[in-house]
């Protein structure tokens, strides 16, 4: 003789799972270029500032401005890139 709470727990039936609706597309937004248009403009202007110091009296480096170039070469370049492939 089997004591009930040794009884094995019923087996559940396995229910049909509906299928999961297609999730709808969701629209794209529109490409905002402002913060990379920001970056762009200010590493442009930072570059022109310095150009400008070099010909003033104040000391100034040939490397920093080579820095300053290559910052706002990447950054006309992360832009370009953006504005190509269509989003920020």
Request: hydrophobic share 35%; proline share 14%.
């Amino acid at each position: 003789m089997r004591f009930p709470w040794r009884r094995r727990p019923p087996v559940p039936v396995a229910t049909p799972v509906p299928a999961a609706a297609k999730p709808r597309p969701v629209p794209a937004a529109p490409a905002d270029f402002g913060d990379l248009e920001a970056q762009a403009r200010y590493h442009r202007d930072r570059l022109g500032l310095y150009r400008a110091r070099m010909h003033g009296p104040h000391a100034t480096s040939v490397g920093r401005l080579e820095e300053l170039e290559r910052a706002s070469a990447q950054a006309d370049e992360r832009l370009k890139t953006a504005r190509r492939l269509g989003h920020p």
